[in-house]
């Protein structure tokens, strides 16, 4: 065991995870919290922050129990999912539920109301992104809107990951990249805060200072478990950037793409680029830009799946090769909880389409499967047309064990896939950018030799021809069922059944 070693611990949708690194980039442990996340209302998604702060005592003293006595964790590294929007009073308790990121599609009057003050236009060249369910800046104003009493009482805004930086270190710190997606309240061309706009959307919150992922927050303020006071802790970020960070896809030309609960998609370009139906962003190192894309769901998609039959990942994905490309037939829209890009669309619903008896469990896995990967083509479409160069594409998250998925995604796309070494994911992202703080790695850890390269995913061509006429009826599919699933999607009124034998 090495005396030095590198914790990083990430703030997930549906999990926590953990990771005890070596100086090496050598993976000496994992640990991983479920966790779920409260649906209150329709189009409602958040989580209670004080489950965030448990996790990572929690992940630290398991990862650190029974370390030698010449073992110390050297730096932590933290990030999350993203972007969220916690409000807290100015000792930093929180004052509601944190919101989620673009799967919390409640802001939807107030991205029309900010789009009519503001110009959506001006908007989009201003920030890099136009306002959508993505944006922090409109869940804000709608705490302002619909809880008064809150708003009244918040000073501060966190993210998971600067939420946890607080807690460990006192700082009141907000990365660069997580705050180009509170649009409009950041200015990318700046690097600041865009302080009017933040007055008109967000009155008398201070906002934090801004600080680039790598950067220390400070060091903590007093030991937890495994790791003592004065450990550095690194400001942090999205997980998203932060699992880029891991497999070593922040160069100009990579394209990451995030096999998780969502499906997310990261490029890096050499300018900054403007896409109506994207997101531009900074990135997550110094004068780095991105393009970037998230599918509202895709994991969410065959854990729901397996719920619903009660059969295991293994048998599913055994059935879904089985059952073969096209699906015996079935063509779905993976729009179960609305659509993020490139589509943009809350109300958006899942549609299932050329079902009959004789269709199995299996054929709708490999369905689902498909739809997440023509999602995929969609979107590698928009960031092209918007001007990215896509020259390598990196395949990371959990969706990326079995090969099935992956090689559905090359296919489709007709992208060859990298799979790195290591695919722990954004904790391990988390934990490179804190060897970045120790002098020995002048600033950065190399992790390119951390994580190398461990298979590749080679699109199959005799399977291009079919998949190029399925793309095609998906892309008819949505706007032929848009008005249908809208309708179906508007609150309806209770209607209570009257007693059987009562009279009008």
Not at 303 to 308: A, E, F, I, K, N
Not at 344 to 368: C, E, I, K, M, N
Not at 423 to 430: E, Q
Not at 478 to 491: D, F, I, Q, W
Request: with cysteine; aromatic share 6%; hydrophobic share 40%.
């Amino acid at each position: 065991m090495p005396d030095r070693a590198f914790l990083g611990v990430d703030i997930g949708t549906s999990s926590s995870k953990g990771v005890l690194v070596g100086p090496d980039g050598a993976i000496l442990r994992t640990a991983v919290r479920t966790h779920d996340v409260s649906r209150p209302a329709p189009g409602h998604v958040e989580m209670d922050a004080e489950t965030w702060w448990t996790e990572l005592l929690d992940i630290t003293a398991e990862l650190t129990s029974g370390l030698g006595p010449g073992t110390q964790v050297a730096a932590l590294g933290v990030s999350g999912m993203g972007p969220c929007v916690l409000l807290t009073d100015d000792p930093g308790t929180p004052l509601r539920p944190a919101i989620l990121y673009g799967v919390d599609t409640r802001a939807t009057a107030q991205v029309e109301a900010l789009d009519a003050a503001l110009g959506r236009r001006t908007v989009l060249e201003t920030c890099g992104s136009a306002l959508s369910s993505q944006a922090a800046g409109p869940k804000i104003a709608w705490v302002r809107d619909h809880e008064p009493d809150v708003y009244a009482r918040a000073r501060h805004l966190f993210m998971p990951a600067s939420f946890l930086a607080f807690r460990l270190t006192g700082a009141y710190v907000l990365d660069h990249h997580s705050a180009s997606q509170a649009t409009p309240l950041y200015d990318p061309r700046a690097h600041r805060w865009h302080d009017r706009w933040a007055g008109l959307v967000a009155p008398g919150l201070e906002l934090p200072e801004l600080r680039w992922p790598g950067e220390a927050a400070g060091v903590t303020r007093e030991a937890i478990p495994g790791v003592p006071a004065g450990t550095p802790v690194i400001t942090g970020t999205i997980d998203a950037w932060s699992e880029a960070v891991s497999v070593d896809a922040q160069n100009v030309g990579d394209l990451m793409l995030m096999y998780g609960t969502t499906m997310f998609l990261v490029a890096t370009v050499a300018e900054p680029l403007r896409s109506e139906t994207m997101w531009g962003t900074v990135g997550a190192y110094p004068g780095t830009h991105n393009l970037a894309g998230g599918m509202a769901t895709s994991g969410a998609i065959t854990s729901w799946l397996r719920d619903l039959t009660g059969a295991d990942y293994p048998t599913l994905l055994a059935e879904a090769t089985r059952s073969g490309p096209g699906a015996n037939g079935l063509l779905v829209l993976p729009y179960f909880a609305g659509e993020r890009t490139p589509v943009q669309d809350p109300d958006a619903r899942g549609v299932v389409a050329g079902l009959t008896l004789s269709h199995t469990r299996g054929d709708l896995y490999r369905a689902a499967l498909e739809a997440t990967a023509f999602g995929v083509r969609h979107n590698v479409e928009a960031m092209r047309d918007a001007g990215a160069t896509i020259e390598r594409v990196v395949a990371v998250g959990g969706g990326t064990r079995g090969g099935l998925w992956t090689q559905i995604v090359s296919d489709v796309t007709g992208l060859p896939q990298v799979v790195p070494t290591h695919t722990v994911g954004a904790s391990y992202g988390a934990a490179a950018l804190a060897a970045g703080l120790v002098p020995e790695t002048g600033g950065r850890a190399e992790v390119a030799a951390w994580n190398p390269p461990a298979a590749a995913v080679e699109p199959d061509p005799d399977r291009r021809a079919r998949y190029d006429e399925l793309y095609d009826l998906y892309r008819d599919l949505y706007p032929a069922s848009r008005e249908v699933v809208h309708a179906l999607a508007r609150p309806r009124p209770a209607h209570h059944r009257r007693p059987e034998g009562a009279h009008p």
